[in-house]
């Protein structure tokens, strides 16, 4: 269940006057919030620490460097595959061109939540429409 959704039940249980609940769900949605942190290193996968509520965006959009150059520097630090976290997303950098091949040919049905860039989202010169 999505921390989102746990928040939303929290709500509607508080507003019952069910504290009990609510003293007992708190402690349970952060829990399994800081859980999710940590999705890429319970997995052995290398990858920047990422931040509470914000994972690892907080470095991506600094407005000093570009989020490309972010990537980079992180794929220098970390190697060719590593897991950043985009709030609660968790993402898979994969930067060898090979590997990525094979993925997207080969072995698309086990990847099949891939995401549009964030700069292609955008009308404009960039845009994939």
């Not at 940590?38 to 000093?64: A, E, Q, V």
Request: hydrophobic share 35%; aromatic share 18%; net charge positive.
């Amino acid at each position: 269940m999505r921390f989102v959704n746990r928040l939303t039940l929290l709500k509607v249980r508080c507003s019952n006057n069910a504290n009990f609940e609510c003293q007992n769900e708190l402690p349970k949605s952060f829990s399994y919030y800081y859980w999710q942190l940590d999705y890429w290193k319970r997995r052995g996968i290398p990858g920047p620490t990422p931040t509470t509520f914000f994972g690892n965006m907080n470095s991506l959009n600094t407005g000093t460097n570009p989020a490309g150059f972010v990537i980079r520097k992180w794929t220098r630090e970390y190697g060719k595959i590593y897991g950043i976290q985009e709030g609660l997303r968790r993402t898979l950098v994969v930067s060898d061109v090979n590997m990525a091949h094979e993925l997207f040919s080969t072995k698309f049905d086990c990847f099949h939540g891939r995401k549009v860039s964030f700069f292609f989202q955008f009308e404009g010169i960039v845009s994939i429409k």
